[in-house]
């Protein structure tokens, strides 16, 4: 697992919105849209209080590429998590795997992981 230094947000939008110019990219920039919302992962430090939303992420991708016959990937991940009374939001992208952890609980997911044989370190820049 990769961690990833700055906190992210998730943003509820209404359905059919536009991306806001607040909403920066950080280590992972995720939109999704369906016919009831539009969510928006992105940088925590714009997102005005206004808006709805859940601040103060931290962000771990699985070391990938993934492929996409891989079996029991996020059970892997998210069972030692469930165990730890962790509470997550996932995304996946192409690549990989995304887990957002709560900042307060990050910590307590590396060593959680890292008690299940995983190796978790910083994310080297691209």
């Known amino acids: 697992m990769e961690q990833f230094p700055e906190q992210v ?3 509820r939008l209404g359905p059919g919105a536009p991306i806001p110019e607040w909403a ?3 280590s992972i920039f995720s939109v999704t849209a369906t016919a009831t919302e539009t969510s928006l992962v992105c940088a925590a430090r714009n997102v005005p209080t206004k808006a709805r939303h859940e601040r103060s992420f ?6 990938g ?19 730890a009374g962790i509470s997550v939001f996932t ?10 952890v709560r900042k307060p609980q990050a910590e307590a997911a590396a ?6 044989g995983h190796t ?7």
């Not at 995304?91 to 957002?100: A, G, I, N, Q, R």
């Open 9 to 11: 947000a998730v943003v």
């Open 24 to 26: 920066e990219s950080s």
């Open 58 to 63: 931290t962000a771990f991708a699985v070391k």
């Open 65 to 83: 590429p993934l492929e996409f016959d891989q079996v029991g990937v996020l059970v892997a991940l998210l069972t030692p998590l469930a165990e």
């Open 91 to 100: 995304l996946s992208t192409f690549d990989t795997d995304w887990v957002l």
């Open 111 to 116: 060593e959680a992981w890292r008690g299940q």
């Open 120 to 126: 978790v370190a910083p994310a080297v820049p691209a």
